[in-house]
């Protein structure tokens, strides 16, 4: 079995009004999904919440799922994306960082399974 990767990414300094725009989330899980070569299993599930600007949405994934909150009071996001196949690198600290203004990135990768 191969337990795949659970990314979890969190970052920080972020603009609010990337942070509160769905068309920039959404542009950001499109590229995620084309260039690791993920296959939805059903369209992505957005909640918005009108008192904060914050955006929670998630990608049911054959591959197992994404997910993406975010709290422009803040300036901040969490990511998850858990792959239960190997996928190569992808650069999530250039590219929040190009769409979100982030100032600071931390990228964890959690191998999953057990020997």
């Keep these: 079995m191969t337990p795949g990767c659970e990314w979890v990414v969190d970052a920080g300094g972020c603009r609010r009004d990337a942070l509160a725009s769905r068309e920039t989330l959404e542009s950001l899980f499109a590229s995620l999904i084309e260039a690791l070569d993920l296959h939805p299993a059903a369209p992505a599930v957005w909640r918005e919440f009108p008192d904060t600007g914050g955006i929670t949405g ?13 709290w422009p009071e803040h300036g901040f996001l969490a990511l998850n994306l858990y792959c239960c196949r190997p996928r190569p690198a992808w650069d999530f600290d250039g590219e929040l960082r190009a ?3 982030a ?3 931390s990228v964890r990768c959690m191998e999953r399974g057990l020997p």
């Design 99 to 101: 769409r979100f203004g």
């Design 58 to 70: 998630m990608v049911l994934l054959s591959e197992s799922h994404l997910a993406i909150h975010t």
């Design 103 to 105: 100032s600071a990135v």
